[in-house]
């Protein structure tokens, strides 16, 4: 109803009783998520006051209000303790790890479904460093590529090579056709730079490699 990202966000809560959107804006995640049977209820968190508003809205206009609370607050600080899915969509990798740096302690058995508009890499990066483990990954089209990660923190250290820091290590394990759209497009704009850095170079190398592969198996 509200787009393939957001249909593939909230298909991947799973036994869910409560779901944090932290950064909720229009709301579109909690509604989809609450009409498709995937939790019972939800906290919609946003640390604006329009944006909050604009979800309560929408989140009345489907008359799901009963089952939701909101918090204008910013990002984990006033997480209910009985959420067992954190959603953060849409935001920038940098932001999302901060929000998570912040309250490390209040994350212990939750599922993080998390999608960044930019530096994935920085973001699987801190998460091993933390001791996530990604569970799961896909890229999806919808409009643009995106890259959903979910993860879950575990008790042991996590070592990513630097190829699944920047490409991630379930994509690399189990890759579709979108997965590899999205490094044939990568590297064709890399293609484009005239004078590419040597960190571009690079990364074009390890695309290649990885693009190679996928001819073999063919
Ligand atoms: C681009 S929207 C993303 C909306 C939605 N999550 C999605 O995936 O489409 C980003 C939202 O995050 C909110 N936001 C930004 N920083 C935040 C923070 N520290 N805590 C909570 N919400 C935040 C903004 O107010 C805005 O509503």
């Not at 509604?31 to 906290?43: D, F, H, R």
Request: proline share 2%.
């Amino acid at each position: 109803m509200f787009g393939k990202r957001i249909e593939k966000l909230a298909s991947l809560i799973k036994d869910s009783k409560k779901i944090a959107d932290i950064g909720t804006d229009h709301g579109y995640l909690i509604i989809e998520a609450l009409l498709e049977g995937k939790t019972l209820k939800a906290q919609a968190i946003d640390n604006k006051k329009m944006p909050l508003l604009r979800a309560k809205e929408n989140i009345v206009s489907f008359g799901l209000e009963k089952k939701v609370s909101f918090s204008l607050s910013s990002g984990l600080d006033d997480l209910d303790e009985d959420v067992d899915h954190i959603v953060m969509s849409g935001l920038g990798g940098s932001l999302i790890i901060s929000l998570l740096e912040e309250h490390l302690d209040k994350i212990t058995n939750q599922t993080l479904i998390l999608q960044a508009n930019r530096n994935c890499a920085e973001l699987r990066s801190f998460l091993s460093e933390n001791s996530f483990k990604i569970e799961y990954e896909k890229v999806i089209f919808d409009d643009k590529y995106y890259e959903i990660i979910v993860t879950k923190k575990i008790n042991e250290k996590i070592k990513l090579t630097e190829k699944e820091i920047l490409f991630g290590p379930y994509n690399l394990k189990h890759p579709n056709n979108v997965f590899y759209n999205y490094l044939d497009d990568e590297y064709a704009r890399y293609e484009k730079i005239k004078y590419p850095s040597k960190q571009i170079l690079h990364k074009k190398s390890l695309i290649k490699d990885i693009l190679d592969k996928k001819d073999c198996k063919h």
